[in-house]
């Protein structure tokens, strides 16, 4: 499965990773059977982005 790529890009790294832990905390809240990994990403200009796949198999 491939990563799917929030929209929004951040200044912060611990902005970043505050909204990749409440993205998997929402998963998991949800029931959400196949857990789901969520990566904090560094851009070449220096912002921090979220990505996530789900885990399957």
Known sequence: MSWVYE???Y???S???YV???VRDDRMLHADENPVKVQV???RRGNYGIRYR???G
């Open 41 to 43: 990403f560094r851009t």
């Open 7 to 9: 929209a929004r890009l």
């Open 20 to 22: 990749a832990m409440c």
């Open 54 to 56: 789900s885990s399957q």
């Open 11 to 13: 200044e912060s790294k």
């Open 15 to 17: 902005v970043a990773s």
